[in-house]
């Protein structure tokens, strides 16, 4: 069971470039997440998921888009990268809302130049 | 203003001694509080999760308190280990019509030898 799964581990993109953040997990979860961290800031939280083929907006969507074909796979996008997306991106899931465990991936550091 | 505020910001003790973390949030309608470990590099891991009726939750060494009453927790570690070394993170989770979940700034935690 490897729980949540995100690659790249370490990304440098230049301005204005395009890329895909992956994120996998296997527990069967139908609710997955992404947040960003930022120094000296809570996670925020950018997309999430209920379920395969539902998406909704989070606190900071802009610049993002993600799709959910499959319970498995919760992919982010980045359209056109700004420095201002410099930051840490995790991917979580979950089995529900309310007292379900939330379980995090180990991360995607991503380096706007 | 929903908020969830912590301190101290960082907080350095030697190996062997108690600390005590700090949470106080302004969320309403309160849900559940939870407390999370985050290893430098690695993703948020939970320590406990807690309702507005549970007053104390332990996880080994980690004992997290709540007061739904003056929106306050605090999560106490015993006899302190190098390797509790991490940021600690509180989450507060809020239903108003959907689900909101809103993540603490953290404490750095330094244990030193």
């Known amino acids: 069971n490897a729980g949540v799964t995100q690659t790249p581990k370490f990304q440098v993109l230049k301005t204005g470039q395009s890329m895909t953040l992956q994120c996998a997990q296997d527990?069967?979860?139908?609710?997955m997440s992404w947040y960003r961290q930022d120094p000296g800031m809570g996670l925020r939280l950018i997309h999430y998921?209920?379920?395969?083929?539902?998406?909704d907006q989070g606190e900071v969507p802009n610049g993002y888009n993600v799709s959910r074909s499959t319970t498995e796979d919760f992919p982010l996008r980045l359209l056109s990268a700004a420095p201002s997306q410099t930051s840490v991106y995790f991917c979580?899931?979950?089995?529900?809302?309310?007292?379900?465990?939330?379980?995090f991936g180990p991360g995607t550091r991503l380096t706007v130049t | 203003k929903n908020q969830v505020e912590q301190s101290p910001q960082s907080l350095i003790i030697l190996e062997g001694k108690n600390c005590t973390l700090q949470?106080?949030?302004?969320?309403?309608?309160?849900?559940?509080l939870r407390w999370y470990k985050q290893d430098t590099g690695r993703g948020p891991v939970s320590l406990t999760i807690m309702t507005f009726s549970e007053n104390t939750k332990s996880n080994g060494r980690y004992t997290a308190t709540l007061d739904a009453d003056t929106k306050q927790s605090s999560l106490h570690i015993t006899a302190s280990q190098l390797s509790d070394s991490a940021s600690y993170i509180c989450v507060v989770s809020f239903n108003t019509g959907g689900f909101k979940t809103i993540f603490g700034a953290g404490t750095r935690l330094f244990v030193k030898a």
């Open positions: 949470c106080n949030y302004t969320v309403s309608p309160f849900s559940n």
């Open positions: 979580a899931s979950r089995a529900g809302t309310g007292y379900y465990e939330q379980y």
């Open positions: 527990m069967n979860h139908e609710y």
């Open positions: 998921s209920v379920g395969a083929g539902i998406t």
